[in-house]
């Protein structure tokens, strides 16, 4: 069976402010995308794994993880995996750039 694969424009890079995390909105789907100080762009499911939820692109940035604005949780935004002690994942998407464009892919 054939995977269809859909590659979606979603911000210019050089209007993107770094350690700060934006929410987008495609179908169904909240995302939040961060733009690190070394020029990474990550994109990450908008919701925390934690049971009462939280806004994750409302968090604040360190290196590679962003920490629930809520419950304080540190998440990789590389993986998406909760860090010890707390347990949970959230989903990552797949980020691409080209010529000053930033597509989010969905598989």
Not at 36 to 43: D, E, P, R, S
Request: aromatic content about 10%; overall charge neutral; some cysteine.
């Amino acid at each position: 069976m054939l995977q269809t694969i859909t590659r979606i424009p979603v911000a210019h890079y050089s209007n993107v402010k770094m350690r700060s995390g934006y929410s987008i909105k495609i179908d169904n789907k909240e995302i939040a995308l961060f733009k690190l100080t070394n020029g990474k762009v990550y994109a990450i499911e908008n919701r925390s794994p934690h049971p009462k939820g939280g806004v994750l692109s409302e968090g604040l940035i360190s290196g590679e993880y962003v920490y629930c604005p809520v419950y304080d949780w540190k998440i990789s935004l590389a993986d998406g995996k909760v860090q010890s002690p707390d347990v949970g994942q959230v989903r990552t998407f797949k980020v691409e750039l080209e010529n000053d464009i930033i597509f989010i892919i969905l598989e």
